[in-house]
């Protein structure tokens, strides 16, 4: 199984990386350079088939940023999959819809630091078993 960043993905995710939505650009400008507690962050990065907003790999921390609407569409479950596939290899994912950015972005910032350290608290990947659609 190819774990990260598939080759015949690369496009799709430059294209993603050139095309940030208004809220996927402002928190990069939170994140890029290791602004944030000196953690590096990654944008578009692929992790076997999904390709992830923004991703940590010192914290193994994913952050996806979805409008309000994307909560209540049947890509929920997709979500969901995702999420489980990801903690099977000990990666952790925080979502917050878009308006955040722009409404309380200091609070989403606390929430994110809130995640660093994670696994040094002895917290599991959940396992990941397939579902079956």
Not at 24 to 35: C, H, P, R, T, Y
Not at 45 to 70: A, Q, R, S, T, W
Not at 99 to 106: R, T
């Amino acid at each position: 199984m190819h774990f990260k960043n598939k080759p015949e993905n690369k496009e799709f995710r430059k294209k993603l990386r050139k095309t940030l939505t208004p809220a996927e650009a402002a928190l990069w400008n939170v994140l890029k350079g290791s602004k944030l507690d000196g953690r590096k962050f990654r944008r578009q990065h692929g992790i076997g088939n999904y390709v992830l907003d923004f991703y940590c790999p010192e914290e193994k921390l994913c952050i996806e940023l979805d409008g309000h609407d994307h909560m209540l569409l049947p890509g929920g479950a997709h979500d969901s999959e995702r999420t489980r596939y990801l903690r099977h290899f000990g990666i952790r994912t925080i979502r917050f819809e878009n308006d955040i950015v722009f409404n309380d972005l200091e609070r989403m910032v606390e929430i994110i630091r809130s995640h660093f350290g994670w696994q040094d608290r002895g917290e599991t990947p959940t396992p990941w078993i397939p579902s079956k659609s």
